[in-house]
Structures are given as structure tokens and as C-alpha cells.
């Protein structure tokens, strides 16, 4: 018997999500089903419901950034492999092929760009790298972000998506907490404004350390937030959870949240916030 040979996939995953004409799509909000092109034209936002989908790095850099530009830093920082970690297939093979789907070279970006004109220090998570997990090179970087923008008097604004800890590197992916705390606590000593903004989903590790503590704390509509999952604090403490937890607008009604902002405004919000928290500074005498 003569097995038919396989075929070889005609294109890959990542080339799959650019062909965008002519597909339809529907909303996990409103279940509406729209074109690609509709979702992409209001950057991932649901023209009939207002739901926030998932927006990619360079978009998220076209929608906040002067010209969409950003000065990267870093970008030469690497994952190593400390523990020799795997779990069927071995860590560094799971970071490669993270980097040929994500198109990224890890779960963060970090650079010197400018808001309305104002200069910043920016941040992103990129969630479709391992889900945005902190390792070491993301806390270094996040460390680095905080730290040159104190040393160029920058404020940071900093997007926050991820799944927490990445696993892999075990207690050193932990470390970052207290590492990434410490450099922000330097340039809020500095007097120098924090932005956090919180997109869907903020958790683990990244929302127990530097996530919320902004001093404005700007969270996307119906954003998950929180250190563990509903699923795990339900079974712990054995009780139902209220509707809407660890969501944006919960969190907002508790107080762990400032603001909820649309994307499309949070241009303008962003600037708005950084000027006003920046004209607040004291004067030095
Ligand atoms: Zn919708």
C-alpha cells in the first residue's frame, strides 16, 4: 500500500495573517461578522460593539507614536538557557520558533519615541511572543527602560499583555519582579511620570510587580487583570467569584485601576496624563 505523499504547506503562519483581503472575521464581543479589512481599519476595535481585540506591536506603534517611529533600545539582548529546561521540546527550540511566528526577537520592545511631540521611554509587550512571558531578557529590558529614561529625564509609558513568568527559566524569570520594581523606583525618585497601560490580559508576575504600579494605571475596556487566573482563586478559596472580577471595569470600581480608555482615544489620553503629571514636578531649586 502506497501512503499519498504529504503535502508541503503552501505558506506559513505568519504570512497567513497578512493575507487579509476578502476574510471574514467575526467579534468575540457582539458576534458580528465583519471583513478583515473592517477590524484593521479601526485598529482590531469592533466598529459595532467597541470590543478590543488583539493589535499587533507595529500597529500599536503607528496608533501611539510620532510617525510611528521608535528609536529601539537593547535589541542586541538574547535569551540563554540556564536550566537546560524542556518539556518535549527543548527551551531554545521553543524560543526560535516563537521568533518565526512572532516575527519578533522577544516578548518586548523598548525605545526612546515621542507622543504630541512629547518625548517618552515606550514599552510594549509583544503577546504573541511566548504570550508575553517575563524572562530575564524581558525584566532586563523593562530594568533598562526605566533606567535610561531616568538617565534622558524621560517619563515611560509602558504596555503591559502578558501571561506572567515564562516558566522556562524558572526562579530567574521571578527575579525580574523585584529587579524591574527597583528600576522604576529609581525614576519615580527622579520625579519622572509613570504610565501603565494595561491591555488584555495583564497577569502573573507582570501584574504582581511593575504593571500596577503607575502612577496612572490606563487599562483597555474589558482588559483581564489580575495574578491568578478566576478558575485557580475560585477553586483555592472555594467560593464563586462576583461577575466582571479581575476585569477592567471591576478593577476600576475597586480602585486598582485609574482610568478605562478606549484605544482609539488613548493617544491623546496618554499625552494628555504625561503632560499634566509632567508639569506637576516640582521645581528644583
Ligand atoms: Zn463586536
Known sequence: MVWPQKKQAASDASQKRSIGKGVFRKCDGCGETLTAEAFAENFEVCPSCGQHHKLAGARWRGLLLDDGALEAWDQHLRPSDPLGFTDGKTYGERVASAQRSSG?????????????????????????????????????????LFERSTAQKLPVVLLQASGGARMQEGILSL?????????????????????????????????????????????????LIGFAGPRVIETTIRQKLPEGFQRS??????????????????????ARVVSLLSRAQPEKA
Open 104 to 144: 519578533a526577537e522577544e516578548a518586548i520592545e523598548i525605545g526612546r519615541a515621542s507622543i504630541e511631540g512629547i518625548p517618552i521611554g515606550y514599552g510594549a509587550f509583544l503577546f504573541a511572543f511566548m504570550g508575553g512571558s517575563m524572562g530575564s531578557v524581558v525584566g532586563e529590558k523593562i530594568a533598562r
Open 249 to 270: 471595569e471591576f478593577l476600576l470600581a475597586h480602585g486598582m485601576v485609574d482610568c478605562i480608555t478606549s484605544r482609539l482615544d488613548m493617544r491623546r489620553e496618554i
Open 175 to 223: 527575579m525580574q519582579m523585584a529587579k524591574t520594581v527597583a528600576a522604576l523606583e529609581r525614576h519615580r525618585a527622579a520625579s519622572l511620570p509613570f504610565v501603565s497601560v494595561l491591555l488584555h490580559p495583564t497577569t502573573g508576575g507582570v501584574a504582581a510587580s511593575f504593571a500596577l504600579l503607575g502612577d496612572v494605571n490606563m487599562a483597555e475596556p474589558k482588559a
